[in-house]
């Protein structure tokens, strides 16, 4: 990168790709993901550790150009943690400018009161067994509405009752979709829909289609 475009910098950068998207309500449709670098979390069952450092620097006008190449209106903004970089609210306001249908994959340590309303915020409640179980910040509770979805990532019983607990005392009115996702490594998808289905609790299981087209480890996908 030249000289020029470093004054220019906007965003650090772990990769950018064009696949189907996993996860979400959005889950199936082809999206360019923009993977930012750095999270302050370190999760037990984290997939992306190699977006805690690698990146490169960007400037908008060469994000915007490569997620252009792609021809969809989809654009999943991801990590690492995106909302650390504080350029990111101007880059995901500046997209739904562009009329681009953009989503926002957060750890919900951070209070999503600077992301612009038309983004679609996947938050997730971190479940004890992630080792992050205190990092939420309450007050995304607010944003019990439509665009918004709340994630838990059950990685074992413990969990799933927990997660039951967090649902019945803080979502039990919400407009929100709430999503039920095993811990790919931990445990399989029919136990958690046994689980699901045995204690009549009213959440969405949530797969991460893309693990299952490709596999747990492949990058770009
Ligand atoms: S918040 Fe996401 S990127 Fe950060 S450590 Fe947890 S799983 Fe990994």
Redesign the pocket.
Known sequence: MDSLNQMYTMLKINEIFYSIQGESTYAGLPTVFVRTTG?P???T?????Y?YEEGDDYTSEQLFAEIKSHGTKYVCIT???PLIQKNIYAFMKKLCDLDYIVSLET?GQIFCDKVDSRVKKVI?IKTPA?G?KDSFDERNLKYQDVNTEFKFVICNEDDFYWSNDFVAKHLSNAHSPILYSPSFDNHDEKWLAEKILLKKIKVRLHLQQHKYIWSSTDRGV
């Not at 069952?45 to 550790?49: G, I, P, R």
């Open positions: 999270c979390l370190r999760c069952y984290c997939d992306t550790k977006s990590g690492g943690e750890s997730d992630s992050a």
